[in-house]
């Protein structure tokens, strides 16, 4: 739920775009799309605060790009600076996983789902590395494909494309927790007993 929840801006995003091109035209439905981008991804941070009284700063992050290529999008009239910025957001999450390797006691992926699953301390750092190479090529696969179909494909593309590698290997990542869940202190001790 969390992941279709993050990916709420981009779905605005698309449906704006393709709702409004027949009557404004590309480049016009192209602005008014990146303005309700960057409207949502606001929206969503606000929703964040006012539920969970916290905003993470990878979120802020993400707004702040969101404000400054949609800005620079708006403004140029190119989209140019939203292709890129996809491409950034997911490198800036890459170099994030990276950095809590070095910064902290735990990789970033531990500390999102401990509280849901436990396995060894070596599969978080199998996992938070797996992670890591998935948001470099998602940026990679991002300009590559920009750079070799419409914008009109690309808006397709940057969302059921990067949605669905991103459901596909948030699949993957399930089967190979699976396969080293161990059983949570709690529950051995009632398994115990019986």
């Keep these: 739920m969390k992941l279709l929840f993050d990916f709420f801006p981009v779905v605005a995003f ?34 964040n605060w006012i539920k969970h ?3 993470e700063k990878l979120h802020v992050l993400v707004l702040a790009m969101a404000l400054v290529f949609g800005g620079a999008t708006i403004y140029f009239h190119d989209p140019i600076y939203l292709i890129w910025k996809v491409t950034l957001v997911n490198w800036l999450f890459a170099l994030a996983f990276i950095a809590s390797h070095f ?5 970033l992926i531990q500390i999102m789902m401990e509280h849901a699953i436990q396995v060894r301390a070596g ?16 940026g990679v696969i991002n300009l590559v494909v920009a750079k070799h179909v419409s914008f009109d494909t690309w808006v397709d593309f940057k969302l059921f494309g990067l949605m669905g590698l991103t459901l596909l290997f948030a699949l993957g990542q399930g089967f190979y927790l699976a396969r080293h869940l161990q059983e949570s ?10």
């Design 53 to 55: 009284q916290k905003v």
């Design 103 to 107: 910064i902290g006691e735990k990789p």
């Design 14 to 47: 698309y449906l704006t775009y393709n709702l409004s091109k027949p009557t404004l035209g590309e480049i016009s439905a192209m602005i008014a799309a990146t303005a309700v981008l960057m409207a949502a991804t606001s929206g969503q941070m606000l929703y």
């Design 185 to 194: 202190p709690a529950s051995s001790n009632t398994a115990g007993k019986k």
């Design 123 to 138: 599969i978080w750092k199998k996992l938070s590395l797996l992670w890591i190479g998935f948001f470099i090529a998602l």
